[in-house]
């Protein structure tokens, strides 16, 4: 789920001014994650470099106007740090949703825009259509941008780093960037270059965060179309012609960890592209993401049958699941929208595929596993083992009325990335039932253990 802090789309809905503002972001922010913990995500995409501003208190760029109206200086309250932790408690991942080149508008409130990233960038900047751009042709812009990445890496227990507006902007044939292309194009293709300069800082930044944490995931939300098919429309944008933007070379070269296609259309504008993307993913992971937005009557007014439909092609065609944008959408169960995914798709919690290429430790399962009753649950506990290297991990439980548990069935994961040792299942007395009770390993890199040994038990009359 795309979680979004500018303009106040998703979260939170006013900038604070005082600690009971804070507190209400705070409630805000946790009420949209009970919500889609309720729902079975696993994944939150929130929205940490805005345009030319952050969410969180960098020694780099301004914290945004849309998280703080005056400058926090009585509590230690950090918006990531605190979504990070919330992410955490639930199970969910928190990925910094970053907005890669885009850096502000020209004008602010009809004044020139003077903040501290306009002022201190200058040299890297250009304007196009009335906003500012990073210039992706200047080499210290890729040397400004790493710098962010870093200190968002560096200092925080980010799962993953997920980039936006990774391209030239759109009528990008007209982007100024003449200055930059004589000076270190070297007689290249102007678009070949353009292209170039992408490549060379998608290429930067994967080794760079891999080299700190190399568990955290790097993906990019792009451009829906790669590039026209043989029978689509020609008018439309396509990521590798229109913005300079090449997702395939990126999983090609194991230069990202999963692309999200931002496939906001519908019938001959997504399914076959659904089908093209299939064949560019070459051994990494392709996630459609689908537009919630859509549904709006300001947009295209779609029915949700519309995202219910992509959701099920995108199922039968083995794709490795779905994004979705935006948030206030699903928690405000737009058209039904919350109902219809919890019901039809979502029933049960789902683990994020495994990063081969980046790591294939074997785990050690758990051991002692213990269930007994307390009060109105089912306690499970269990021992933690050394893992190799001491390897940090969390806890996933099956469980099944037949052994062995079969881990491939969705129905038989209870909770996934549990932290410590211990889960409480509501008990429901009406009901006699009986389940064999595993736990496996798992660690960031979403290696998981084989099973532990299994324990029983039985609710009812015949408790046991």
């Given at each position: 789920?795309?979680?979004?802090?500018?303009?106040?789309?998703?979260?939170?809905?006013?900038?604070?001014?005082?600690?009971?503002?804070?507190?209400?972001?705070?409630?805000?922010?946790?009420?949209?994650?009970?919500?889609?913990?309720a729902a079975h995500f696993n994944v939150v995409f929130l929205q940490t470099r805005l345009?030319?501003?952050v969410i969180y208190n960098s020694a780099i760029e301004p914290v945004s106007p849309y998280i703080q109206r005056v400058k926090n200086t009585w509590s230690n309250y950090d918006p990531l740090r605190f979504a990070i932790q919330e992410c955490h408690k639930r199970g969910l991942e928190c990925h910094a949703w970053f907005v890669t080149y885009p850096a502000g508008p020209e004008k602010v409130n009809g004044k020139a825009n003077n903040s501290s990233t306009i002022k201190k960038n200058r040299d890297k900047l250009r304007t196009h259509?009335?906003?500012?751009?990073?210039?992706?042709?200047?080499?210290?812009?890729?040397?400004y941008l790493l710098g962010l990445i870093d200190e968002i890496v560096s200092r925080y227990d980010i799962d993953g780093i997920h980039l936006d507006y990774i391209r030239y902007p759109d009528n990008a044939e007209n982007f100024p960037d003449n200055a930059s292309y004589k000076r270190y194009g070297k007689g290249k293709n102007k678009s070949e270059w353009r292209k170039e300069n992408i490549n060379n800082f998608v290429s930067e930044l994967y080794d760079a965060v891999k080299e700190k944490k190399p568990w955290v995931q790097v993906s990019s939300s792009v451009v829906g179309m790669y590039s026209h098919t043989n029978n689509s429309n020609q008018r439309h944008q396509t990521a590798l012609k229109g913005v300079y933007q090449d997702p395939e070379k990126w999983l090609r070269d194991g230069k990202h960890d999963f692309i999200v296609p931002m496939m906001y259309y519908s019938d001959d504008?997504?399914?076959?592209?659904?089908?093209?993307?299939?064949?560019?993913?070459?051994?990494?992971?392709?996630?459609?993401?689908?537009?919630?937005?859509?549904?709006?009557?300001?947009?295209?007014?779609?029915?949700?049958?519309?995202?219910?439909?992509?959701?099920?092609?995108?199922?039968?065609?083995?794709?490795?699941?779905?994004?979705?944008?935006?948030?206030?959408?699903?928690?405000?169960?737009?058209?039904?929208?919350?109902?219809?995914?919890?019901?039809?798709?979502?029933?049960?919690?789902?683990?994020l595929p495994p990063m081969t290429w980046q790591d294939t430790t074997h785990l050690i399962a758990p051991v002692n596993i213990r269930a007994k009753r307390t009060g109105i649950y089912l306690g499970l506990s269990w021992s933690e083992?050394?893992?190799?290297?001491?390897?940090?991990?969390?806890?996933?439980?099956?469980?099944?009325?037949?052994?062995?548990?079969?881990?491939?069935?969705?129905?038989?994961?209870?909770?996934?990335?549990?932290k410590g040792s211990m889960l409480f299942i509501p008990v429901d007395d009406s009901i006699e039932s009986g389940y064999y009770y595993v736990v496996t390993s798992y660690d960031r890199f979403h290696n998981e253990s084989k099973l532990s040994s299994s324990v029983y038990f039985v609710t009812g009359d015949f408790e046991k």
């Open positions: 789920m795309w979680l979004a802090s500018n303009y106040s789309l998703d979260w939170p809905s006013k900038p604070y001014r005082n600690s009971n503002d804070i507190n209400e972001q705070q409630e805000e922010l946790i009420n949209i994650l009970d919500k889609l913990k345009h030319g501003n259509k009335g906003q500012y751009y990073l210039d992706p042709g200047e080499p210290k812009t890729n040397e504008l997504f399914y076959p592209f659904v089908q093209d993307w299939k064949t560019r993913r070459n051994g990494r992971y392709i996630v459609p993401g689908l537009g919630l937005y859509q549904m709006d009557e300001k947009e295209s007014n779609w029915s949700s049958v519309k995202i219910k439909e992509q959701i099920q092609y995108c199922r039968e065609n083995k794709v490795n699941g779905n994004a979705f944008y935006r948030t206030r959408y699903l928690v405000n169960n737009k058209k039904g929208i919350m109902d219809a995914i919890k019901t039809n798709f979502y029933q049960h919690p789902a683990l083992p050394v893992q190799p290297g001491n390897r940090d991990v969390f806890y996933n439980v099956y469980r099944s009325k037949n052994l062995p548990v079969d881990v491939q069935k969705a129905e038989n994961l209870v909770e996934a990335r549990i």
